[in-house]
């Protein structure tokens, strides 16, 4: 059984123009931000375990968002679905699962920064494997446990919905007790418990900091790992706290557990708002990238870019003609950086 809502005219036509005009400003600097990241990461993945294999999941959680809005952006500029049953769930789906990706990666880059400082001769010799394996537990938890969301929207009723896909997908009926159940688990492990993870990290660094036995070289990695937590914490709240918020009364609406237009409509408006603002996350990445590494700064400085490009040129004229190897085969020589 699929509920359907009252007759509550206009519903959906704010949600649907904010959704495209949001979506189309998130597309360019969510693309162009999470390439570079990912090619700086690239470059420098053997130079630092500072939690570079979590900020490169990280990117690539934000990089499958953002090249999903396109068709995001078609559908509420169109509003009508024509590719199919199956690529509108896989895309509804994924952005469920890029969104909570993001929160995994955004913490494991917490605890990391926080392990690295307090207890540095423990974990300076962590092998990166072990951040792959993370990374790997932390796809399937996030895919196994976003399957929920599709799966309230599947419904057996084509007619109705065969050209329709993502705000107007309608949603299963569930058992008033099941669905509190669910949706309080989802928030706890979803929302919740990566917040509490975030802020004790946050609090333990700022208690460390006022330790009198410091020296000046241990109170600027402190700072500069400070510095990081607190951007994800940032980031954090600004962009899924809302729509953890959101979510039950959205969840309330659709079910059509909620029948009073009015609240209905401020519901659907203050849920749109925070779903925009956690696919904000995507172009907020980067800026955390940039703010809070040192090396993600000097790989986009003038003189690091020209020796990249110098670099990648000098490896196309090798194996193009070995004759002109010598004339330039000293831009390679380029000296390695640390973090």
């Known amino acids: 059984m699929v509920a359907d809502g009252p007759d509550c005219n206009g519903e959906n036509d704010f949600s649907k ?10 597309l360019v600097p969510g693309l162009i931000g999470n390439i570079l990241a990912l090619w700086v990461f690239y470059g420098y993945m ?29 559908y509420y500029l169109s509003e009508s679905w024509h590719l199919g049953k199956e690529l509108c769930m896989f895309c509804f789906y994924l952005k469920y699962v890029n969104m909570y990706a993001s929160i995994y990666f ?39 446990g976003c399957l929920p969301f599709p799966l309230l929207r599947l419904t057996s009723n084509e007619t109705h919905i065969s050209n329709k896909c993502f705000v107007d997908l309608p949603v299963k009926a569930v058992d008033g007790t099941i669905s509190i159940v669910m949706m309080s688990f989802g928030e706890l ?58 979510f039950p009364l959205d969840y309330f609406v659709k079910a059509n557990k909620i029948k009073d237009c009015y609240a209905r409509k401020v519901i659907l408006i203050f849920h749109t708002v925070a779903l925009c603002l956690a696919s904000l996350n995507s172009c907020a990445d980067p800026v955390i990238y940039y ?31 070995p004759e002109q190897q010598t004339s330039h085969g000293c831009v390679a020589e380029n000296p390695s ?3």
Not at 18 to 26: D, L
Not at 48 to 71: C, E, G, H, Y
Not at 112 to 140: E, H, N, Q, T
């Open 189 to 246: 492990v979803g929302f919740v418990t990566p917040l509490l993870i975030i802020v004790y990290c946050s609090w333990k660094t700022i208690l460390s900091l006022k330790e009198k036995n410091s020296v000046s070289q241990d109170l600027g990695e402190k700072r500069k790992a400070l510095k990081m937590i607190l951007t994800c914490a940032v980031v954090f709240l600004i962009c899924f706290a809302p729509y953890h918020i959101s």
């Open 17 to 26: 123009r904010f959704y495209a005009v949001m979506y189309t400003i998130i």
């Open 106 to 144: 955004l913490v494991c880059i917490s605890v990391r920064r926080f392990l690295f400082l307090m207890y540095p001769f423990r974990f300076s010799d962590c092998k990166r494997i072990y951040d792959v394996y993370v990374c790997i537990a932390g796809w399937i938890l996030v895919c196994v």
């Open 337 to 339: 950086h640390t973090v």
């Open 291 to 321: 703010f809070t590494t040192d090396e993600f700064r000097r790989r986009l400085s003038r003189q690091d870019l020209q020796d990249s490009i110098q670099l990648h040129n000098t490896r196309y004229e090798n194996t193009n003609g």
């Open 46 to 74: 053997k130079e630092t375990k500072r939690a570079v294999i979590f900020m490169i999941n990280l990117a690539i959680a934000d990089l499958a968002q953002v090249l999903s809005l396109p068709l995001r952006i078609f």
